[in-house]
């Protein structure tokens, strides 16, 4: 066995599987052997997920793997694009996992090189040689993720179909020779849900878009991502509902209907969609739309399976302003944050809303994690922000909100706070902050336009000032980030949501989702009380996350986070005590309250009409 940089191998195991590298979200280019090879072992977490293997005594030493050692040219491009979200620097993984691979070669190690069985045969009859594989180091990248609860899983074989006939052959092979199978979208996962011990469908190779301007509608096959699809929709002055950048359009509407701050005026899963194509679980081929098709549009209250495998999403396009620009409304309470969101929702004011917490616009707004934490302190302790109330619209909805609020964050001086996010957090800012006296609350002050000339002063935005906070070695790239206008543009950030990925910077997140009466103070703490509560009695670190008013505003979907190393036996072993409690708890809070619903039973159900969760009669 080579010898292991234990350094390099406790990054390996932190890799958070949200497939970051495999998008070019941050326009600096992907890994080269990536897009050529397809499998998810010639990317950065693939590469990540070998080195933990190698460390780990799990995986031997393949072809496959002395091929992506090989094809890795330390390039460094995966330092930036997994800095930007989780900030680690997986570079030295990469190099490791190089010097690994000459050692095992000068000491002339053993080689693995499995044979080719009939089903690998017959799999790469269907997609060609190149696109099947049973080698041990890609079965490995396919095998497992940072779920805590679930043990790693090899697959026999990891296929990458090129088209809707060739998934419809591998189902009927699998049928036949009764495999198993599973699918994976981008390849990642983070929840322990599309592991199998048969066949893995990854959709990689299915990338095709076609936009239907005059229908406002894109035809996204399964491997197109919703950053991808956000990207072309943009150039054509639209936009879709999108969910987190990597995950992919066709598999996130299946999951979980994609649900986003723009929810608030394009709904949520079937209100996203005009048709979906789907290779059953018989291997035959069906649109939803099509009369003898299966009734996936119904909402059962259960655990469902998926109605299959899809193979293209015709999603809604929806259009654009010129003048649209966001704003954050700060409020010291949360009950006066969400009754605001809801008014929104209500006189049907703006198009993406959200109630964040302290915790999230930290996270978001800041390109480390220390200033994370340093900001999120600041928030509540200097400027009286607990809460913040996110909004995009054109000029009339920013007109009315400014008529509602008597301080509004605008994105110019968002632009401001962000430039000049490490000099916000230094001590002399903060105690001049504290030390004002006066009527207003601090927030109010910030936010008078008067003050503007003090604030850009005191804080010297600029993409030296922001970039000053990261490793050394990044700051030429991130001064880059910051002289681009988008990168500091609610609008575009929120679209594309590059930084949603960075809530699990520090540690591993369990997102709960739960929809809920905005309207219904009590039962709204109630469930914040209730996941606060088992975290509490575990140990676990938690926060709240968001809440997204809907269907104007009579329903609302509400995130509560926990946050596990699940490195830590003692961290997982938290998380197993807490789940259980959680289920049982928000299935009897459902039975007694309208409107609330937990996501997990959404899950699977995403091509339904959302009438059936959110209110049931």
């Known amino acids: 066995m080579p010898k292991i940089d234990r350094s390099a191998a406790a990054t390996a195991a932190q890799c958070r599987h949200y497939a970051m590298c495999k998008i070019d979200y941050l326009a600096t280019g992907l890994c080269p052997s990536g897009p050529e090879k397809h499998f998810v072992t010639y990317y950065p977490q693939g590469r990540m997920d070998l080195y933990r293997g190698l460390a780990e005594g799990r995986v031997p030493v393949t072809e496959a793997l002395l091929d992506a050692a090989d094809t890795c040219t330390l390039c460094g491009i995966c330092d930036g694009q997994c800095h930007f979200v989780t900030g680690m620097q997986p570079t030295s993984v990469m190099r490791a996992l190089k010097d690994a691979v000459e050692e095992h070669r000068r000491e002339k190690g053993e080689i693995v090189r499995p044979a080719e069985d009939e089903t690998l045969r017959r799999l790469r009859a269907i997609v060609g040689r190149d696109w099947a594989s049973n080698d041990p180091a890609v079965l490995w990248t396919y095998a497992d993720d940072p ?26 092979l699998a049928n036949e020779r009764d495999l198993p199978y599973a699918v994976r979208g981008n390849g ?8 199998t011990d048969g066949i893995v469908l990854d959709m990689n190779r299915m990338r095709g878009i076609e936009i239907d301007l005059p229908n406002f509608c894109a035809a996204a096959e399964p491997g197109v991502t919703s950053f991808e699809l956000q990207q ?23 999951c979980t209907g994609t649900f986003s701050t723009w929810s608030n005026v394009y709904g949520t899963a079937a ?34 399976p998926s109605p299959g495998i899809c193979t293209k999403a015709f999603v809604k396009l929806h259009p654009t302003t010129a003048d649209e620009e966001g704003l954050l ?39 480390d994690e220390t200033l994370a934490q340093d900001l999120k302190a600041a928030l509540p302790e200097a400027l009286g922000v607990n809460y913040m109330v996110f909004l995009t619209g054109d000029s009339h909805a920013r007109e009315a909100v400014r008529k509602m609020s008597p301080a509004v964050i605008d994105a110019d001086l968002l632009r401001t706070l962000m430039l000049g996010l490490p000099k916000l957090v230094e001590p002399q800012w903060l105690e001049l902050v504290r030390g004002y006296q006066g009527q207003e609350r601090p927030y109010e002050l910030l936010c008078r336009p008067e003050m503007r000339p003090l604030v850009e002063a005191a804080l010297q935005p600029s993409p030296e000032t922001a ?15 910051y002289r681009r206008p988008e990168m500091t543009d609610m609008v575009w950030l929120n679209m594309h949501r590059i930084v949603s990925a960075r809530m699990s910077r520090r540690k591993h997140m369990f997102a709960f989702l739960v929809y809920l009466p905005p309207d219904n103070p009590a039962v709204i703490h109630e469930i914040l009380d209730g996941f606060a509560g088992v975290a509490r009695s575990h140990g676990i670190d938690h926060d709240f ?11 609302a979907i509400l995130e509560y986070d926990y946050y596990v190393d699940h490195t830590d036996p003692a961290e997982r072993e938290k998380i197993a005590r807490a789940l259980p409690e959680l289920d049982p708890w928000l299935d009897r809070l459902a039975e007694r309250v309208p409107g609330v619903m937990s996501l997990k039973y959404v899950f699977s159900q995403g091509c339904s009409r959302k009438d059936g969760f959110l209110y049931r009669v």
């Open 545 to 555: 996350g968001f809440l997204t008013p809907m269907d104007l505003g009579k329903r």
């Open 188 to 195: 990642g996962s983070v929840f322990g849900f599309v592991f």
């Open 271 to 304: 209100d996203n969609f005009i048709d979906m194509e789907f290779v059953g679980r018989d291997g035959r081929v069906f649109r939803l739309n099509d009369k003898a098709a299966p009734n996936h549009f119904a909402f059962e209250h259960r655990v469902a």
């Open 232 to 254: 072309e929709a943009f150039r054509h002055g639209l936009r879709i509902n999108a969910a987190e950048p990597a995950a992919t359009v066709c598999g996130n509407i299946v």
């Open 147 to 172: 779920f805590p609860l679930a043990g790693p899983q090899l697959p026999l074989y990891v296929v990458l179909p090129g088209s809707r006939d060739e998934v419809a052959a591998i189902v009927r």
């Open 329 to 367: 409304v700060p409020f010291e309470g949360f009950d006066e944050a969400v009754r605001f969101a809801r008014e929104l929702g209500q006189r049907r004011i703006g198009l993406a809303v959200a109630v964040l917490g302290a915790h999230y616009i930290a996270g978001f707004l800041s390109p």
């Open 467 to 481: 970039s000053s906070c990261v490793p050394e070695t990044l700051r030429p790239l991130y001064r880059e980030l």
